[in-house]
């Protein structure tokens, strides 16, 4: 599907209100985890979450062209993209498509650059430890080759076999030491994937983190629980590391940074000094960056809101998140793991794709009157425009004609 050409005066219409607010470099880093779209013949194969589904015919039915107008969207809004991620369905999508996908997404030649998951799903057998971060520094350097930053994916393996915190420190110091930096690791909690339940035993992501911090240049935190992000990202300040925040609860504090059950601010945290990660300048301060799946749906008020923190406005910024924040709340309402059918249905709704389906139908998973909400939180965050496509679509929906 072609870039709308409305999305495209949107993006120029950003980057001209930039340059002439101010030559600052934005403050944050910020990357949106961005689904895939899937052809309208799809919903013919029958597929379905409770069932093995093939990769081959998964990956006949992506529809190239919209996935990656979704990420040139993205792109146009001031967002790097996390790509092969949880968002995109990595693990039902299989290695081979999401090799594609990194191919693809990198052959853009995105202004702001991209991160993508590495695992090792490449793999027919994991054996034990050795195979595992061989794997891992495998996918990292396939990263790496297309230009993106290898971001470790959580490990399900190690808490399968009841490893502990040295078979932790192990596993990632062989890693680490296979591949150049920069990386990122990823802190993915149970709440999205249940296999994950005591992720990172003992003192072993701090020991982890302190490797080497040249390489090792930050977190992505999925715990949804704000006070340990804020303490981590204080711990990881003096070592020029950062938390990417991938709390889709309270991700708008989180950016914002400072504490967050503070008075509501009016000027934001200061920069402290500048890094670089990737080639990018990176501010560093008491704040968090941001690797979010709900940025997929929100990019033009969260454009915005950058834009405005940029120019030190708290308050502009709290008051265009605030909103985003109940959209993300409830698009990540439990089961939390089925999040992504709220993105899909959101681009649906706006027309930046023909369906609202999901690989192997995941967004069977939510109910209508789920994604009602969706739309009237959309609506008031400024994520989706109240005119004749987003209501025809929305009664589509309802009324099952959505593929």
């Known amino acids: 599907m072609a870039e709308p050409a409305s999305h495209k005066r949107t993006g120029v219409r950003r980057l001209h209100t930039m340059s002439a607010a101010s030559n600052a470099r934005p403050t944050r880093l910020c990357f949106a985890a ?121 490990m ?13 420190v192990a596993t990632y110091r062989s890693i680490i030491d296979r591949v150049e930096g920069p990386i990122f690791l990823h802190w993915l909690g149970p709440m999205f994937l249940p296999a994950l339940q005591g992720y990172f035993p003992g003192d072993s992501l701090r020991r982890i983190l302190a490797l080497d911090r ?20 204080r711990e990881l300040l003096p070592h020029d590391q950062i938390v990417l925040t991938g709390d889709d609860f309270h991700f708008g504090r989180m950016i914002l940074g400072g504490s967050p059950d503070a008075p509501r601010q009016t000027v934001p945290p200061a920069v ?44 502009k910024f709290l008051d265009l998140m605030d909103p985003c924040e109940t959209l993300g709340r409830h698009v990540f309402c439990a089961p939390t793991q089925h999040y992504k059918a709220g993105l899909a249905f959101l681009a649906y709704a706006a027309g930046r794709q023909q369906n609202a389906m999901l690989i192997r139908r995941e967004d069977t998973m939510r109910e209508i009157a789920h994604y009602r909400r969706c739309a009237e939180l959309a609506v008031l965050c400024g994520a989706l425009r109240d ?10 929906l309802l009324q099952g004609e959505t593929k």
């Not at 490449?122 to 080759?145: F, M, P, Y």
């Not at 500048?274 to 968090?288: E, H, M, N, P």
């Not at 005119?387 to 589509?396: F, G, K, M, P, V």
Request: aromatic share 6%; hydrophobic share 45%.
């Open 214 to 233: 040249q390489k090792v240049r930050g977190i992505k935190i999925s715990m949804l629980d704000d006070a340990l992000e804020v303490r981590l990202r």
């Open 34 to 154: 961005a689904h895939v779209v899937m052809h309208d013949a799809y919903a013919a194969l029958g597929h379905r979450l409770d069932t093995p589904a093939d990769a081959t015919e998964i990956r006949c039915h992506v529809d190239w062209n919209a996935t990656m107008g979704i990420r040139r969207w993205l792109d146009s809004h001031g967002f790097g993209i996390a790509e092969a991620m949880d968002t995109a369905q990595r693990f039902f999508l299989g290695w081979e498509s999401a090799l594609e996908l990194l191919a693809r997404t990198s052959a853009l030649g995105l202004a702001h650059g991209f991160c993508a998951g590495a695992g090792t799903d490449h793999l027919a057998q994991v054996r034990n430890l050795d195979d595992l971060a061989d794997g891992v520094a495998w996918q990292c350097r396939e990263i790496q080759r297309l230009s993106g930053i290898p971001v470790v994916l959580p």
């Open 272 to 315: 402290e000094r500048w890094t670089q990660i990737g080639g990018r300048d990176v501010a560093l301060g008491d704040f968090s960056h941001a690797l979010l799946g709900i940025l997929d749906a929100i990019a033009e008020p969260a454009g915005r809101a950058l834009d405005a923190l940029t120019r030190g406005c708290a308050a």
């Open 156 to 168: 399900p393996f190690l808490t399968q076999h009841g490893c502990g915190e040295a078979d932790y």
């Open 387 to 396: 005119d004749e496509l987003t209501t025809s679509r929305i009664n589509a």
